[in-house]
């Protein structure tokens, strides 16, 4: 099973550089990142885990250039979001950014994607709250025709984008519906999830992970009513904190990587929780 990581690193963390450093002389899999573009003070919206909000999400570095720099100081980590706000950003804009980072790291990239929980944060970026998924899945329909091999225009709900020329694209070929980098969408299980996912992902990142067994059998049943290969499912539990009991139960599940959680912290703090888990790879 393959070991990945995700951390919310801010400005007051081991940088992004360090880590991944670190990460890929260990062996660890990949390093996911999240993404607040801000936290707006007057928030009425709980925080999904309960209590106060970790002060960390309004000091999250911009995802993708900390990715940047990941990938320039790496030759095989994989490189992930986890998960980008789409609703949050122009689709031609990020569909650029996504194709450089997956150009440039030699298609180490995965777009874990996701339709947020923070209503006040997506109200400042213009995202109707009831609407966000359907935009979310209207903004990846005009970023696979940027993407395409041949120039595609888009035409949807929300936008649309002529035929262009659009370079460089992600280094994945298409793989049914799916054009792009490597594709995950996060969310809790039910049958929208599902949908989305089937129609144009490659599989699910499931935060925490509870609840696979009773879940799973939905999905690939979805997955396999909307004619894709049952093989291709990929599914990767996000944010674990691991144990050997939890990471069997995985294995016996089929699940092939898991992204476990590091706190935000320093360089020292950090690096003893990347030891602590280093016990989990493979062959150790």
Known sequence: ????????LTDETITPTRLARELEDRGF????????????????????????????YGRTLDPFVALGQAAAVTERLGLGTGITLVAQHDPIALAKQIATLDH?????????????WNVEEAADHGVR????RELVRDRMGLMRALWSREPTAYEGEFGGVRA???HPKPVQPPRGPVVGPRTLVG??????????ISEYADGWLPIGGRGLSESLPLLRTAWADAGR?????????????????????????????????LPPAGEAEVLKAVE????YLPGR
């Open 1 to 8: 099973m393959r070991i990945a990581v995700t951390i919310f």
């Open 29 to 56: 899999a990949g390093l996911y990142l999240p993404e607040h573009t801000h936290i707006p003070v007057e928030r009425t919206t709980p925080y999904p885990a309960g209590g106060d909000l970790p002060p960390e």
């Open 104 to 116: 440039l790291s030699g298609g180490r990239f995965t777009l874990g994607l996701g339709f947020g």
């Open 129 to 132: 709250w009831g609407a966000r």
């Open 164 to 166: 262009s020329h659009a």
């Open 187 to 196: 969310g809790a299980a039910g049958p929208k999830l599902f949908a989305h």
């Open 229 to 261: 290969d049952p093989k291709a499912l990929q599914v990767v539990p996000y944010a674990v904190h691991p144990s050997p009991g939890k990471l069997a139960h995985y294995a016996d599940l089929g699940i092939e990587e898991v992204v476990v959680q």
């Open 276 to 279: 602590a888990c280093e016990r």
